[in-house]
C-alpha cells in the first residue's frame, strides 16, 4: 500500500478521473458542450479552437464510450449528428469550476510571490 491507500495508483479514483478529463482537448471539448448544450461537429471544432479533425473525432469518440458525451445521430440527409454531455459529464461542471477558481486564486499568488 502507498500513501493513498491503494495498492495501484490506478485504483485511485482521482487518478482515475483525471485521465477521463486529462488530455490537452478533453476540458476545452467538456467546457464547448456545457456552455453550448448540443453543437454539430462543426460548430464543436470552431470552439474548441486549434483541434484538428482527427483529434477532434477521437476525442468524441472515446469520451462517447467513457459516457462523458452523447452522440446523436438523425437520418437526414445529409445526416446530422450532434453532440452535448452526459448527464456524467453534466456532473463534472461544478468540480470543473471549483478547480477554476482554486486555479485562479493559485496564479494570483503565483504571481505575488514573483
Avoid at 470552439?47 to 469520451?63: A, D, F, P, R, Y
Avoid at 449528428?81 to 463534472?92: F, N, P, Q
Wanted: with cysteine.
Amino acid at each position: 500500500m502507498n500513501d493513498t491507500g491503494y495498492k495501484r495508483k490506478e485504483d485511485c479514483p482521482l487518478t482515475f478521473a483525471l485521465t477521463l478529463i486529462g488530455s490537452k482537448w478533453r476540458l476545452p471539448i467538456i467546457w464547448a458542450l456545457w456552455k453550448n448544450k448540443t453543437l454539430r461537429y462543426n460548430e464543436l471544432k470552431r470552439h474548441v479552437e486549434g483541434i484538428t479533425n482527427m483529434v477532434l473525432s477521437q476525442s468524441l469518440k472515446e469520451m462517447e464510450n467513457q459516457g462523458l458525451v452523447v452522440r446523436k445521430q438523425y437520418m437526414e440527409i445529409p445526416p446530422r449528428v450532434e453532440y452535448s454531455l452526459t448527464k456524467a459529464g453534466e456532473d463534472l461542471i461544478p468540480s470543473l469550476e471549483s478547480l477554476a477558481r482554486w486555479g485562479k486564486r493559485m496564479q494570483g499568488k503565483v504571481k505575488n510571490d514573483v
